[in-house]
């Protein structure tokens, strides 16, 4: 029952946190994220140790032996259920078609917002290695390739929610955006399972996310979308005025969806993206519009604020003393902003975007929180990465998640851009009641 404190808890922070965030031009995803880190060790630890700890226990005693709490475990199945549902909606909200009419410049500028930072991060990485930031059993290499991931990848759902919050979500900015992260976020998970297949020493591993992913998307685009097209069709004349969707609807839906993540998580490449391949393929219609609406608010405000708590207790800000770690966070800091952001907005303007199209498209790819928080829980489970490590990439994801809406907004200077990246003065919205999708 303590369970229910907690939630409370942490649903009253952000919601605190969230008017002050406001103010500061932020979407409130990131003061959810931060309410995650205030409640941890970092601030809330500090500040009164004995309270934090009764809150959020982190060990229990069993037989003389310490475990993870009950607790701890509770939070965290509650906030990957709140990841699995949010990439489900985020997911049915994907423009598909402007991705399909922007391919090619979404193939070269993904490459590029790759490519660089993966050699700047892994030059950080072996210099990490070298100072003894990562576990022994971590080789130079693996420790390169590991930083070469988490500074190339974006939070996709955290961008997602951005572009909605910017009146984004259906222009080519918008859209050309969510489609590099979802290809930037795919590079960075095959590194990332090299990495925990190779400290396993088992290239299968590696292997079985590559061709398991392929198998998997295959499936949904054929098999999949044929299944859920027809239970949209069924229930579309069967939704109530309110919106109720009908219970026989909604459970293959979740069938669909649960067994999807079930699958991607055990091939290597993590449930996340199996439930957003299962959004995407969900039929355009009465169902999809009914799904968003029962499932957003419970989802974004509920849920997922659950995972930004798990996350904040592992993180530490009393390590960045070690004048060894805060120099690694400045060079983190630098190559993260310059690598990703300068490298996609060069590439995007090469593919004939504007300055200051190209520009806001690059500020936006920065922002990290909510994928670079996933793949540093996985790297911590798996051991792959230190407390010192986990404590710096973690403060990177929310420093480039913050700067990432103003940097935005200053580049866009009053403009945002249509499907065809014609300028268009953004138009003033209240707040959302809902997330991104």
Known sequence: MHFFLQMAVVLATYRLLWPLFRRLGQVQVVAIMVAGFVLGPSLLGAIAPDVQEWIFPAKASVAGTQVVHPNLAALYVTGQLGLVLYMFIVGMGFNVGIFADHLRHAAVTSFAGIAAPMILGGAVGYLMWTNGLFPDKMANWQAALF?????AITAFPMLAWIVYDSGLLHTRLGTMALACAAADDAAAWILLAAVVASTAGSPAVALLALFGGLAYLLVMVTAGRALLRRVGEWAAPRIAADGTIPPAALLIVMLVLLAGAWVTDRVGIYAVFGAFIAGTVMPRGALTEALRDRLEPLTAYVLLPAFFVYSGLNTRLTLLFDPTVLAMLA??????????????????????????????????????????????????????????????????AIVTTFAATPMYRWIASGHTFDAHGVRAPVAKSPEPVASPA
């Open 147 to 151: 930083v070469a991931a988490a500074v």
């Open 331 to 396: 060079l983190v800091l630098v190559v993260s902003f310059v690598g990703k952001g300068v490298s996609v907005g060069l590439a995007a303007r090469i593919q004939g975007m504007s300055w200051r199209e190209a520009g806001s498209l690059g500020s936006l790819m920065n922002a990290r929180g909510l994928m670079e928080l996933i793949l540093l829980n996985i790297g911590l489970n798996a051991g792959v990465v230190s407390p010192e490590i986990y404590t710096v990439l973690a403060v990177m």
